[in-house]
T-cell receptor
């Protein structure tokens, strides 16, 4: 079955530690995205990538880093510089074949930093 | 800038209709609509690519006014399964998709 997987579902970290969230897709999609969602709020774009080895900052990139070495994978690192990292993180992918495509979301990772 | 959605929340009885609006301050290439159930990932409903285009998904339809940089989602004859938070996403010509803050819809029996 094609889809997007994010792991783990729940993640707990101490303040000051970097943490990497995994996102893998087997949909053969070119574009991938990371969003952050805080309780009762919308989705805010952290980073996005339209092609391997290339990515752009979204609206709230400070304190985060990404890499896109493979088409299938787009890991997000939450660094210690992110002042309020506790949130629900969603990864998404979409086709980029000339027609703007729908985004498929993974199940999300709920990160708690104490 | 993120699009603005209204209203923030709406409570409906089964069978009633509702409209959710989404507006942007910048020129749009497309508008996406998603629904998110509590604790789950958003699920795609529809995408509108052309000005004035209307699409439908069951009894949920949407319109896109390119000139006004607005889109509206219409929930017709609402069902209990329509409950959730609806998000519009607006996409610019660079492929950047930004979401509104969401509209919580509660459908009661």
């Amino acid at each position: 079955d094609g889809g997007i997987t994010q792991s783990p579902k729940y993640l707990f970290r101490k303040e000051g530690q970097n943490v990497t969230l995994s996102c893998e897709q087997n949909l053969n999609h070119d574009a991938m995205y990371w969003y952050r969602q805080d309780p009762g709020q919308g989705l805010r774009l952290i980073y996005y990538s339209q092609i391997v080895n290339d990515f752009q900052k979204g609206d709230i990139a400070e304190g985060y880093s990404v890499s896109r070495e493979k088409k299938e994978s787009f890991p997000l690192t939450v660094t210690s510089a992110q002042k309020n990292p506790t949130a629900f993180y969603l990864c998404a992918s979409s086709t980029r074949t000339g027609v703007k495509g729908e985004q498929y979301f993974g199940p999300g990772t709920r990160l708690t930093v104490t | 800038q993120q699009p603005v959605q209204s209203p923030q929340a709406v409570i409906l009885r089964e069978g009633e209709d509702a409209v959710i609006n989404c507006s942007s301050s910048k020129a749009l290439y497309s508008v996406h609509w998603y629904r998110q159930k509590h604790g789950e990932a958003p699920v795609f409903l529809m995408i509108l690519l052309k000005g004035g285009e209307q699409k439908g998904h069951d009894k949920i339809s949407a319109s896109f006014n390119e000139k006004k940089q607005q889109s509206s989602l219409y929930l017709t004859a609402s069902q209990l399964s329509y409950s959730g938070t609806y998000f519009c996403g607006t996409e610019d010509s660079w492929g950047k998709l930004q979401f509104g803050s969401g509209t919580q819809v509660v459908v009661t029996p």
